[in-house]
């Protein structure tokens, strides 16, 4: 009976060395989808960088289409009229020998035909001029508005794949726990059945056992929502199946330099805007300036009392002239004026955001700082546990085989492995998290691609 509760102790050592192992070290597999690769087919596929990236294209026509109004303005015209009854003139009766009088006469034919050529070339027009620098610089604003959004979607996705990777990690470690766990206690039942083992052992295992099929439970749970987060964020279909890297249990916190720039997106949007509105504001006030454009009109016109204009023997007189056209603006009840003060309000409210702004992300910085040394110090201290477990789950091995520990003593020690495990990961998540807030504080999130 004592040699056979020996060799069950020493099988018992040797799955349970196994088991450690496989909660240390988990082998990556390929064809898995890094950090760089999801971010990567994100900006190609999400719908709001495609999205920015047409109010981009859309911005360039518009350019496009102001530059149009200083271009030549050409059209045709064709034009039938029919006058369904003449205007009448009176003429005195002197000119058709009835002094005293006065002769109701018409004038005219029936039907009016012209057909015309019109162009337009502005000379001088300043808002229309500032209004072309307006659209370049709108166009601008829609290219920054594309950055803000690619670093957002990096920032999401990098956030979405960390948090998958945790639970992919966990996942893992409690698959092969429970792969362990199972066999030890099949063994457990055979020795309990030959009276090699007690009953409160197997309790325990079975206890463990469950523990670990419900942690299997949750963490594909979770990992199930966190991997759709992930695929809507990079545009991939919700049906597409694709894996991550496990995290190694001894990963090292990334090192991150240049924490002093203020390289933001949101500042370059709110200074290109109030640019914008200085542009607005010049080409408000250019509209007091006289504006100057040339007038040509080239055509033929026939007249006569029936509709057989383009038969043979209809006559068509050419008419054409040429001309300037001033205009000088005098008083627009004064719509100008109160279009003037609000941009100019417009200017100031974009000021006050910018300062505003510039002290929100020296404060965002501190506070991601902050967090990550404290997350980083955390993660050294998870780090020292984990060697702490495992070296108190191999001396507790060691009393097992010798008779002083019990199965009690080896469950617990194996949960607490488990847990100091469970714990790293969280606390390298946290570090990782806090990177990306001080990455993106800095306006260096793009480093990540």
Known sequence: MKETTQNYRLSLLMLLSLLAGSMSFVRAQSGQMSLQQCIQYGLSKNSGILKSQLEIDRTNEKKNETRADYLPQVSGNIQLMDNLKLQTSILPGEMIGQ???????????????????????????????????????????????ARKTEEQLIYDIASAYYAAQVSFTQKKLIESNLAQVDTLLKIT??????????????????????????????????????????????????????????????????????????????????????????VTLQQIKAGYLPSLSLNFHAGV??????LRIFEKGAQWFPTSYIGLNLNVPIFDGLAKNSRVKQTKIQMEQSELEEQYLTENLKMQRANANNALTANRAALESQQRNIELAKRVYETTQAQFVGGIATMTDIVNAETSLRDAQTNYLRALVQVKLGELDLIKSTGNIRSLN
């Open 301 to 306: 016109q026939n007249m006569q009392n029936d």
């Open 99 to 145: 002094p005293g009088t006065q002769v109701a006469v018409q004038f005219g034919t029936k039907y009016n035909t012209s057909l015309g050529l019109d162009a337009k070339q502005v000379i001088y027009d300043q808002s229309l001029i500032y209004s072309m620098k307006l659209t370049k610089q709108s166009s601008k604003v829609s290219e920054i508005n």
């Open 189 to 278: 039942k055979i020795q309990f059945d030959n009276d090699a083992a007690k009953q409160l052992d197997l309790d325990k295992l079975t206890v463990n056992f469950t523990n670990l099929q419900t942690d299997l439970a949750t963490s594909n749970t979770n990992l199930q929502q966190q991997m759709m987060l992930l695929k809507y964020y990079m545009g991939m279909s919700l049906d597409q199946n694709i894996e991550l890297p496990v995290i190694p249990l001894k990963e090292q916190a990334a090192v991150i330099t240049n924490t002093e720039s203020l390289n933001n997106t949101d500042l370059e949007l709110i200074q290109a805007q109030r640019e914008v509105y200085s």
